[in-house]
């Protein structure tokens, strides 16, 4: 069965700033000159009707903090939205500041139990389930937490299994080691995740650098591919991602 498969930009705000960090070490930023809201209604103005939203200081400290951003946002994309999503009272203020999604992280490693209460309370629509790993050396996908900074004892594909019974639809999963690298997709990783659940939407995230990159996802079987710094720094222009 095909899916319907777009490309949406992404923009991670640090202190106020775009950014875009190298496999997710908050040591390895680099920091782009367009203010966060400005560089959005270039991407609405460009085509695109949906944006993906990272407030990287509260990824590791907790405290989602773009509400005042969403707001001036929310009229002109669509946008899913996480960092720091910790609580119900988190999901909720997300979601009437205007958000269509909201992403949960590292509370979906650590509290699985309370986030699957949560898919069903919202809706498998409103929530995407952020699952980052890194492979090591038996081949095993881990899952590092609080904006890749801290280990878990959860497992890829372990605790997806256990989200997709539960109903997950939207499932946002990134090779660390790509993240920000511009090596392309690992395009294995979503083979592997699209094979054994063909329902979930699929969004694939971390090292895309062309557009080769972005058709080859959603060969792959993914729905979404999130696009970061190569969009950022020129690699193709956002209209020709969106036509493929």
């Not at 069965?1 to 700033?17: C, E, G, L, N, Y």
């Not at 069903?120 to 881990?142: K, N, P, T």
């Not at 801290?150 to 539960?166: F, H, M, N, P, V």
């Not at 920000?180 to 699209?194: A, E, H, P, T």
Request: proline share 3%; glycine share 10%.
């Amino acid at each position: 069965m095909s899916k319907d498969f777009t490309a949406i930009p992404a923009i991670d705000v640090r202190q106020s700033r775009v950014v875009r960090l190298r496999q997710g070490d908050y040591a390895q930023e680099t920091r782009y000159d367009d203010s966060p809201a400005d560089l959005a209604r270039k991407y609405a103005a460009a085509g695109s009707r949906w944006l993906h939203l990272v407030d990287l200081d509260a990824a590791k400290a907790g405290g989602y903090t773009l509400l005042p951003l969403l707001a001036q946002l929310c009229g002109c994309l669509q946008i899913q939205t996480g960092g720091g999503i910790r609580s119900a009272a988190d999901i909720e203020a997300v979601l009437a500041g205007g958000a269509t999604r909201v992403v949960i992280g590292t509370l979906a490693v650590r509290e699985p139990e309370r986030v699957i209460a949560w898919l069903h309370d919202y809706g498998s629509e409103r929530v995407v389930i952020a699952l980052d790993a890194r492979q090591d050396a038996d081949g095993e996908w881990q899952l590092p937490v609080a904006g890749w900074t801290e280990k878990s004892d959860q497992t890829l594909i372990g605790l997806l299994g256990r989200y997709a019974d539960a109903g997950l639809r939207h499932v946002l999963c990134t090779d660390i080691e790509r993240d920000g690298m511009l090596g392309g997709f690992n395009l294995d990783l979503y083979r592997l995740i699209s094979q054994r659940w063909p329902h979930l939407q699929l969004q694939a995230s971390g090292g895309v650098r062309s557009l080769d990159d972005i058709r080859a996802a959603k060969v792959a079987g993914a729905s979404v591919a999130i696009l970061g710094r190569a969009l950022l720094e020129g690699k193709f222009d956002l209209p020709e991602a969106l036509a493929c």
